[in-house]
């Protein structure tokens, strides 16, 4: 099965800089994948980890170690529209089903 | 590319009423998935399918039913709707192991 655990909320200032965690367990793992969800939007890809270590894309970071099961998508310069949901997921191969996190409510407050 | 479409984007339906909610995706990804996503909380898992006539179920699979007949097209049907199923409906599609790509979403209201 899968089980992932994220934080359900946080709080950053415009400008700054903000960690969201995920912890999981998980069978058959091949990579964590990290999602934005603006209120009253879909989903959107944002970021993938195969291998451990840090990926970088723009103001958005993602880590992965999978010795610690644990995962973080940093996010940069914070700006007021990266006010949204943040969920983490398994990246399966093939065959899986493919769940998410409960998801991180992010603020960012002027 | 239209991506993943879905219709309708939004549906009111009487407890007991049965409805299909349609997905469509347009680049040929093998993996389509349905979820629900109640007001402030995550995603759950309904019914999945890794290609043409293979479905399996998700988290939450009571009370729907999906088919997969073709790669474009997985509509997930409602067999007697209750409150319980009001909800936001997401449709994804993805290659095997690759980033989903999810559609509009459905929201439905059962009173």
């Known amino acids: 099965g899968q089980s992932l655990e994220q934080p359900s909320e946080v709080t950053a200032v415009e400008g700054a800089i903000v960690q969201i965690n995920c912890t999981y367990q998980?069978?058959?793992?091949?990579?964590l994948s990290w999602y934005q969800q603006h209120d009253g939007g879909a989903p959107t890809f944002l970021s993938y980890?195969?291998?451990?270590g840090l990926e970088e894309t723009g103001r958005f970071s993602s880590f992965l170690s999978r010795s610690d099961s644990y995962g973080y998508l940093l996010l940069q310069e914070l700006q007021m529209k990266d006010s949204a949901s943040y969920f983490c997921g398994p990246r399966g191969a093939g065959r899986r089903a493919l769940t998410f996190g409960s998801g991180t409510r992010l603020q960012v407050q002027p | 590319n239209a991506g993943v479409t879905q219709t309708p984007k939004f549906q009111v339906l009487k407890t007991g009423q049965s409805m299909t909610l349609q997905c469509a995706q347009d680049m040929n990804h093998e993996y389509m998935s349905w979820y629900r996503q109640d007001p402030g909380m995550g995603l759950r898992l309904i019914h999945y399918?890794?290609?043409?006539?293979?479905?399996d179920q998700g988290e939450v699979p009571n009370g729907y039913n999906v088919s997969r007949s073709t790669t474009e097209d997985f509509p997930l049907r409602l067999l007697s709707a209750a409150p319980s199923q009001t909800s936001v409906y997401f449709c994804?599609?993805?290659?095997?192991?690759?980033?989903?790509?999810f559609g509009p979403g459905t929201r439905l209201t059962v009173t």
């Open positions: 399918s890794v290609g043409a006539g293979i479905t």
């Open positions: 980890n195969g291998l451990d």
């Open positions: 998980t069978s058959g793992f091949y990579g």
């Open positions: 994804a599609s993805s290659y095997p192991g690759q980033a989903q790509y």
